[in-house]
């Protein structure tokens, strides 16, 4: 049973673009709601993350909006470079920070010149 | 300071053999995980390990997956008999769990493959 669906499964943008990612869970006991970048052959990074008791945070050109009551969350890369290219993973979990994380499947995103 | 590192970085074994992959989780960490992530797939829990504490082992996918963590430290994650399925990246992460810090840091995984 995938717990956090993600979409799209890919996406390309052009340079200086707003890349939109787009995340729904199910687990209302979920509270902690990551976004993390991967490139290949790494591991996951911590790009950045939301509690539900607010509704948007953001962190440089990276902003996550939360909507509670549709349980959806979104990523939102504000002039995209390229150097963004990447795969990006939603996850969430039901026990804060200090818990296992349940992952979307991923989104590939690529920002073309 | 050093990351979160594993060992070996790629490993092929034939399908029945058993393996070992092994996680260095940065010094003074107190919480491990282990991760599984497949082709076209999201990262899938595995284990858990929080200091003392018994390790959550809900993500486990059948019995011939265990882990240990020797010393609070370093951890192996030990598939037995494996199997094409089995094929997948294993990433480690670990967690210092103190203060406002909880991100849970990625090693760069390793790589197994079934023939």
């Known amino acids: 049973q995938q717990q956090v669906k993600q979409s799209p499964q890919s996406l390309i943008v052009q340079k200086g673009g707003i890349s939109i990612i787009n995340c729904a869970y199910e687990n209302t006991a979920f509270d902690y709601f990551p976004w993390y970048q991967q490139f290949p052959g790494k591991g996951p990074a911590l790009l950045i993350a939301?509690?539900?008791?607010?509704s948007e945070k953001k962190e440089g050109r990276f902003t996550i909006s939360f909507n509670k009551s549709a349980k959806q969350f979104s990523l939102h890369i504000m002039d995209s470079q390229p150097g963004d290219s990447a795969t990006y993973f939603c996850?969430?979990?039901?026990?804060?920070?200090?818990?296992?994380?349940?992952f979307g499947t991923g989104t590939r995103l690529q920002v073309t010149l | 300071g050093a990351g979160v590192s594993q060992s070996p970085s790629n490993k092929v074994t034939e399908k029945g053999k058993d393996v070992e992959l092994r996680c260095d989780p940065i010094?003074?960490?107190?919480?491990l995980y282990w991760y599984r992530q497949s082709l076209g797939q999201g990262l899938e829990f595995l284990i858990y390990f929080q200091g003392n504490s018994a390790p959550d082992k809900s993500g486990l996918p059948s019995d011939r997956f265990s882990a240990e963590r020797t010393g609070g430290s370093v951890s192996t994650l030990t598939i037995q008999r494996t199997q094409q399925e089995d094929s997948a990246v294993y990433l480690c992460?670990?967690?210092?769990?103190?203060?406002?810090?909880?991100?849970?840091?990625f090693g760069p995984g390793t790589r197994l493959t079934v023939t």
């Open positions: 992460a670990s967690s210092s769990q103190t203060g406002s810090s909880y991100e849970q840091y």
């Open positions: 939301i509690r539900p008791d607010v």
């Open positions: 996850a969430a979990s039901d026990g804060g920070t200090a818990s296992k994380l349940t």
């Open positions: 010094s003074g960490h107190t919480a």
